[in-house]
């Protein structure tokens, strides 16, 4: 099946989710809200796109769009070679959305990354961590209200101290 | 009369810390792992230790600056990252470069695969035991570094692709360098195969070790030579052709088994494969420019003009000052290439000012790291590095 026929389906079949379908340099992208990612990724898994070559989110804070959060999730089908972006928006005030864990076990890994560095939860994920920076670590580096000199972060970095004090050498 | 039984050895569980300064990890890679006596229970990877913010610096700078930091990531083969960039760049402004430029491309690309693999699989041989496959392999390594080097300038940091063509053309006489380096590679690849293939520790050691099945390739997103083993026909060069790969003639590597031996053999013959499309390439390497035309505002005009005439100081200037320079459309591109690792692609998002909006690597490593965990139970502390080393796990690339 073509992608521009699957798209259709599936804005005939969630009427309510899909948000926008637009295409930029001969690339589907399917616009949908955060809530219903999951039922909307179920469905374009069972229509042959079995394959999440990536997962990433966009901070939209200068960029605008549906939300502030954008979740980009890149789909790619063995069978057709095609290939399809699926972009769930998410607002400020409540930036979760369902983890697509239990389709693909590479969310895993990439949802972790994008909760480190976006602050965005998915919800029903197993094991919700940091996984780039330290577990203590306050704030999320790639949002674009945080600051990119580095002054703020290092200065709240623990700071080990010596348990030991040097000696001086008796000669 | 009692008959004696072998109880089972009681020992308590044990954590062990696997790095981050590891001489087999190859990286800050730390993996706590909890063993009982000497088999691996649970493995549970910790990583960022060279995270470096490549993301977030991407957003500061502009479409050919952040070509220099793209060598950072896969270090072991730098110029696949160029021209990966350079490819979702060009995608999302809508350039076209000239044929002969995608043929360099295409010859730096395989070059690179080559030195990529023959490292790889010197690594996890010198990890085993072996080493002299390790200095066969890390010696021709070193030739394919000096043609980088007269192609490029550098032997690591290479920067050698630009938005819309290439830094500079290869010099006369490179494909007679290239090709004695060719020669070299078979042989030395079959050297290493007949060291290797049929050695029984080898066979030992590899063999039913971390066993991907195709289900699972799929579902953990593995890609390259590791889905590959796994059986998976999927070769992006060949499936989704960019950078004109559909005009050469090369084979694609499978193997079933999925184990740490299949993707060493598969690894040996892309080695092959790349040597013939290297000579192709070399073969049918058209003239013409390797950059696209200055008047469009993407490129710097010749060095020539700069110098020596005003116009050319004026296009210098309007492509290099802050306010000026290359306006892309508002728009996102996703470009996915065939690395030595797997799929690496560069998703950009642009706002259509001079610096991308956000970019984002989709690192191979990382994936593909993603699954060790579940490879790693239940075998043997002694299989660890053997399945790092298949992994081919890269540290600037996995934590970027």
Same mark, same amino acid.
């Given at each position: 099946m073509p992608t521009a026929t699957i798209l259709s389906k599936i804005k005939e079949r969630f009427p309510g989710a899909v948000l926008d379908i637009t295409e930029f340099a001969d690339e589907h992208i399917l616009h949908v809200q955060g809530q219903d990612i999951l039922l909307v990724l179920t469905e374009l898994k069972v229509d042959g796109f079995n394959f999440l070559a990536d997962l990433t989110a966009i901070d939209n804070l200068n960029l605008g769009g549906f939300e502030r959060f954008a979740v980009s999730y890149h789909l790619l089908s063995h069978k057709t070679t095609e290939r399809l972006t699926v972009k769930a928006y998410i607002p400020e005030e409540?930036?979760? !959305?369902?983890?697509? /864990?239990? !389709?693909w076990k590479t969310a895993d890994w990439q949802e972790r990354e994008v909760f480190d560095l976006y602050g965005i939860k998915f919800e029903g994920h197993p094991n919700l961590i940091r996984i780039m920076n330290p577990d203590d670590f306050d704030g999320y580096p790639l949002r674009k209200d945080y600051p990119r000199l580095g002054r703020k972060e290092r200065s709240d970095f623990p700071v080990i101290k010596?348990?030991?004090?040097? /000696?001086?050498?008796?000669e | #009369? &009692?008959?004696?039984?072998?109880?089972?050895?009681?020992? +308590?569980?044990?954590?062990?810390?696997?790095?981050?300064?590891?001489?087999?990890?190859?990286?800050?890679?730390?993996?706590? #792992? @909890?063993?009982?006596?000497? &088999?691996?229970?649970?493995?549970?990877?910790?990583i960022?230790?060279?995270?470096?913010?490549?993301?977030?610096?991407?957003? =500061?700078? +502009?479409?050919n600056q952040y070509i220099t930091i793209t060598d950072r990531m896969n270090?072991?083969? %730098?110029?696949?990252?160029?021209? *990966?960039?350079?490819?979702?760049?060009?995608k999302l402004i809508g350039i076209e470069v000239s044929k002969r430029t995608e043929y360099i491309r295409v010859l730096m690309c395989?070059?690179?695969?080559?030195? +990529?693999?023959?490292?790889?699989? $010197?690594?996890?041989?010198? =990890?085993?035991? *072996? #080493? &002299? *496959?390790?200095?066969? $392999?890390?010696?021709?390594? @070193? =030739?394919?570094? =000096?043609?980088?080097?007269?192609? &490029?300038g550098t032997r690591l940091t290479t920067s050698y692709t630009l938005v819309g063509g290439l830094m500079r053309d290869i010099p006369e006489g490179y494909d007679k360098a290239v090709i004695k380096v060719l020669n070299e590679v078979a042989e030395v690849a079959n050297d290493i195969e007949t060291l290797l293939n049929k050695n029984r520790i080898w066979q030992n050691r590899t063999k039913n070790i971390g066993i991907i099945s195709k289900d699972d390739a799929i579902s953990y997103g593995i890609s390259g030579p590791m889905a590959r083993a796994s059986g998976i026909e999927w070769d992006i060069r060949v499936n989704e052709p960019y950078s004109r790969y559909d005009d050469f003639d090369f084979d694609v590597a499978i193997a079933l088994n999925g184990d740490v031996f299949d993707r060493y053999?598969?690894?040996?013959? @892309?080695?092959?494969?790349?040597?013939?499309?290297?000579?192709?390439?070399?073969?049918?390497? %058209?003239?013409? +420019?390797?950059i696209v035309d200055p008047g469009l505002g993407y490129s710097l005009p010749p060095k020539d003009e700069v110098y020596n005439s005003i116009e050319g100081l004026i296009y210098h200037f309007e492509v290099t000052m802050p306010n000026r320079g290359m306006t892309p459309p508002v728009g996102e591109a996703y470009v996915p290439t065939e690395s030595p690792n797997g799929e690496l692609g560069f998703y950009i998002v642009s706002n259509g000012n001079r610096t991308p909006y956000r970019v984002r690597t989709r690192p191979p490593s990382l994936i593909n790291y993603s699954i060790f965990s579940k490879l790693i139970e239940g075998h043997m502390l002694s299989d660890a590095p053997a399945i790092i080393g298949s992994i081919n796990v890269i540290a600037g690339e996995l934590d970027r």
């Amino acid at each position: 099946m073509p992608t521009a026929t699957i798209l259709s389906k599936i804005k005939e079949r969630f009427p309510g989710a899909v948000l926008d379908i637009t295409e930029f340099a001969d690339e589907h992208i399917l616009h949908v809200q955060g809530q219903d990612i999951l039922l909307v990724l179920t469905e374009l898994k069972v229509d042959g796109f079995n394959f999440l070559a990536d997962l990433t989110a966009i901070d939209n804070l200068n960029l605008g769009g549906f939300e502030r959060f954008a979740v980009s999730y890149h789909l790619l089908s063995h069978k057709t070679t095609e290939r399809l972006t699926v972009k769930a928006y998410i607002p400020e005030e409540k930036p979760s !959305l369902p983890s697509v /864990e239990s !389709l693909w076990k590479t969310a895993d890994w990439q949802e972790r990354e994008v909760f480190d560095l976006y602050g965005i939860k998915f919800e029903g994920h197993p094991n919700l961590i940091r996984i780039m920076n330290p577990d203590d670590f306050d704030g999320y580096p790639l949002r674009k209200d945080y600051p990119r000199l580095g002054r703020k972060e290092r200065s709240d970095f623990p700071v080990i101290k010596r348990p030991f004090k040097k /000696e001086k050498r008796t000669e | #009369m &009692t008959r004696v039984t072998e109880q089972p050895l009681e020992t +308590d569980k044990m954590v062990l810390n696997f790095g981050p300064h590891h001489p087999a990890t190859h990286g800050t890679l730390r993996i706590i #792992m @909890e063993l009982e006596g000497e &088999t691996v229970t649970k493995a549970t990877p910790e990583i960022g230790y060279l995270h470096s913010g490549f993301e977030k610096l991407g957003e =500061d700078l +502009d479409f050919n600056q952040y070509i220099t930091i793209t060598d950072r990531m896969n270090y072991l083969s %730098p110029l696949c990252n160029n021209v *990966a960039y350079a490819l979702a760049a060009e995608k999302l402004i809508g350039i076209e470069v000239s044929k002969r430029t995608e043929y360099i491309r295409v010859l730096m690309c395989e070059l690179s695969r080559i030195a +990529d693999h023959l490292l790889n699989v $010197g690594m996890l041989a010198v =990890d085993l035991g *072996a #080493m &002299t *496959a390790f200095l066969y $392999g890390f010696r021709l390594r @070193e =030739d394919i570094y =000096d043609l980088f080097e007269i192609a &490029t300038g550098t032997r690591l940091t290479t920067s050698y692709t630009l938005v819309g063509g290439l830094m500079r053309d290869i010099p006369e006489g490179y494909d007679k360098a290239v090709i004695k380096v060719l020669n070299e590679v078979a042989e030395v690849a079959n050297d290493i195969e007949t060291l290797l293939n049929k050695n029984r520790i080898w066979q030992n050691r590899t063999k039913n070790i971390g066993i991907i099945s195709k289900d699972d390739a799929i579902s953990y997103g593995i890609s390259g030579p590791m889905a590959r083993a796994s059986g998976i026909e999927w070769d992006i060069r060949v499936n989704e052709p960019y950078s004109r790969y559909d005009d050469f003639d090369f084979d694609v590597a499978i193997a079933l088994n999925g184990d740490v031996f299949d993707r060493y053999l598969v690894r040996m013959e @892309e080695i092959r494969q790349s040597i013939k499309i290297c000579r192709q390439s070399l073969e049918k390497m %058209p003239a013409g +420019d390797v950059i696209v035309d200055p008047g469009l505002g993407y490129s710097l005009p010749p060095k020539d003009e700069v110098y020596n005439s005003i116009e050319g100081l004026i296009y210098h200037f309007e492509v290099t000052m802050p306010n000026r320079g290359m306006t892309p459309p508002v728009g996102e591109a996703y470009v996915p290439t065939e690395s030595p690792n797997g799929e690496l692609g560069f998703y950009i998002v642009s706002n259509g000012n001079r610096t991308p909006y956000r970019v984002r690597t989709r690192p191979p490593s990382l994936i593909n790291y993603s699954i060790f965990s579940k490879l790693i139970e239940g075998h043997m502390l002694s299989d660890a590095p053997a399945i790092i080393g298949s992994i081919n796990v890269i540290a600037g690339e996995l934590d970027r």
